[in-house]
């Protein structure tokens, strides 16, 4: 997969995921709002305009589940929610975070946990490659250091490898027998 194609599946789900944020707080904003005394007609109004923000926000996401993977659309989509849900929380609705400081370093540990599992998930193909080589290199390594045949450091003799590049003139031989073969 190409990087454009995951920068695209995480903007398809950051999208998606700030519109479900806000649709969150804006329907919290319309019953705040008929707390504090205000026109009742402002609860539908918030309701509805939070039904338009979750719709756009399926949009989003449906788009990106079209032509992306769906664990890192969706990821994204929870990770946008939840950080716009708690920031626009806090900054418009005044909401707090723990006061107490094990409470608050833990719901920080969290969120950054969740970062770093996202940004692990987006990555992983490329983690998997990686773990892969480095497997493949330390089990030769150890093949070769253990198993392989005892000879004097000087005398070490490279092994042909299973993709070993075909000498030209066993393809001559190959191509000429099988051109004889047709005649």
Same mark, same amino acid.
């Given at each position: 997969?190409m990087?454009y194609?995951?920068?695209?599946?995480i903007i398809?789900?950051l999208e998606s995921g700030?519109?479900?944020?806000? @649709?969150s707080?804006?329907?919290?904003m319309g019953f705040?709002?008929?707390?504090?005394?205000?026109?009742?007609?402002?609860?539908? %109004?918030?309701?509805? %305009?939070?039904?338009?923000?979750?719709?756009?926000?399926?949009?989003?996401q449906?788009?990106?589940?079209?032509?992306g993977r769906?664990?890192?659309v969706?990821?994204?989509? @929870?990770?946008?929610?939840?950080?716009t849900?708690v920031? @626009?929380?806090?900054?418009?609705?005044?909401?707090?975070?723990?006061?107490?400081?094990?409470?608050r370093?833990?719901?920080?540990?969290g969120?950054?946990?969740i970062?770093?599992?996202v940004?692990l998930?987006?990555?992983?193909?490329?983690?998997?490659?990686?773990?892969?080589?480095?497997?493949h290199?330390?089990?030769?390594s150890?093949?070769?250091?253990?198993y392989?045949?005892?000879?004097?450091?000087t005398s070490r003799v490279?092994?042909?490898?299973?993709?070993?590049?075909?000498?030209?003139?066993?393809l001559?031989?190959?191509l000429s027998?099988?051109?004889?073969?047709?005649?």
């Amino acid at each position: 997969m190409m990087e454009y194609d995951v920068v695209e599946e995480i903007i398809y789900g950051l999208e998606s995921g700030i519109l479900f944020g806000m @649709a969150s707080v804006i329907s919290k904003m319309g019953f705040l709002f008929l707390e504090q005394g205000f026109p009742k007609l402002l609860v539908p %109004i918030c309701i509805i %305009i939070s039904v338009c923000s979750s719709g756009t926000g399926f949009y989003y996401q449906t788009r990106g589940l079209k032509h992306g993977r769906a664990i890192v659309v969706s990821t994204c989509a @929870a990770v946008a929610s939840i950080l716009t849900g708690v920031l @626009a929380g806090m900054l418009a609705l005044g909401e707090r975070l723990p006061s107490a400081p094990k409470a608050r370093f833990l719901l920080l540990l969290g969120w950054l946990l969740i970062i770093v599992g996202v940004i692990l998930l987006v990555g992983s193909t490329k983690l998997v490659r990686f773990f892969r080589f480095s497997s493949h290199h330390f089990k030769r390594s150890s093949v070769d250091k253990n198993y392989g045949p005892r000879r004097s450091g000087t005398s070490r003799v490279r092994e042909p490898s299973p993709t070993a590049v075909i000498q030209a003139a066993t393809l001559n031989h190959l191509l000429s027998s099988s051109s004889k073969e047709k005649a």
